[in-house]
């Protein structure tokens, strides 16, 4: 969730640097945008994946494996930022939203990726209330 914040606020900074430039050029204004609704698009698929419970091993394999997958995904696309921000001669405000666009991505992969690590099997209602069935006196008597 955070690198998604990163990366809202990289937009923000890349808008205020186009100097009005907007509708002057397509190719910069695809640019402008497309990689925040990629954003958006992201967060919404994140949101509706922490709403999906497991019930068996079976589905929480298939849930790390699609988190595994978004944060492949994610960490891949920061390197063009990474390699970009590695290039840059000089350090300006101008340049400061490929920081932001390189740190955000990176969070998002490793959010995806705890993600994955945090997904356990949940207990199921009868392991629960098997042990909470027979107590230590009900089990001694024979009851």
């Keep these: 969730m955070a690198g998604y914040a990163i990366l809202a606020i990289a937009t923000v900074v890349n808008f205020a640097n186009t100097d009005g430039e907007l509708g002057m050029n397509v190719r910069a204004d695809l640019d402008l945008f497309a990689f925040p609704l990629a954003s958006l698009a992201g967060l919404v698929a994140w949101w509706f994946l922490t709403k999906v419970e497991a019930s068996d091993g079976v589905q929480i394999s298939l849930l790390r494996?699609?988190?595994?997958a978004l944060g492949?995904?994610?960490?891949?696309?920061?390197?063009?930022y990474l390699i970009l921000v590695v290039s840059l001669v000089t350090n300006s405000w101008g340049d400061?939203?490929?920081?932001?666009y390189a740190?955000?991505?990176?969070?998002?992969?490793a959010g995806f990726l705890l993600m994955m690590f945090g997904l356990r099997v949940p207990a199921t209602p009868d392991d629960t209330e098997s042990s909470h069935d027979e107590g230590p006196i009900t089990a001694a008597a024979g009851v």
């Excluded at 494996?65 to 595994?68: A, F, H, I, Q, S």
């Excluded at 492949?72 to 696309?77: T, Y």
């Design 65 to 68: 494996k699609g988190y595994l």
């Design 103 to 109: 740190a955000g991505t990176v969070m998002v992969g």
């Design 72 to 80: 492949i995904q994610a960490l891949l696309g920061s390197v063009t």
């Design 96 to 100: 400061f939203y490929f920081w932001l």
